[in-house]
């Protein structure tokens, strides 16, 4: 095996079980839009402190609302 083939091998990784389901459980928590939550409330949390966080709910009516107020032109 060439010195190239060799620095190929090793370079590559492997997807371990645990790697695999922390990539997996990230991917689902983006998708979801959990991620777009938290970092809202985190967000909300810091301009307005002492203020309870919107609920998911409040959250998602406000984000529809805005969706549909400013239309961007996308396929979905």
């Keep these: 095996m060439t010195a190239f083939g060799r620095r190929l091998r090793r370079g590559r ?3 371990s079980g645990r790697r695999l389901r922390t990539a ?3 991917y689902l928590h983006e998708i979801s839009g959990t991620a777009a939550y938290e970092r ?5 949390r810091r301009t ?3 203020q309870p966080a ?3 709910r ?3 009516a406000w984000r529809r ?3 549909e107020e400013s239309p961007v032109c996308r396929c979905c």
Excluded: A, F, S, V
């Design 48 to 50: 307005y402190p002492g």
């Design 65 to 67: 609302q805005k969706r």
């Design 58 to 60: 409040d959250y998602e």
């Design 24 to 26: 997996l459980r990230w």
């Design 13 to 15: 990784r492997r997807w």
């Design 54 to 56: 919107p609920t998911r």
């Design 40 to 44: 809202h409330c985190e967000w909300h």
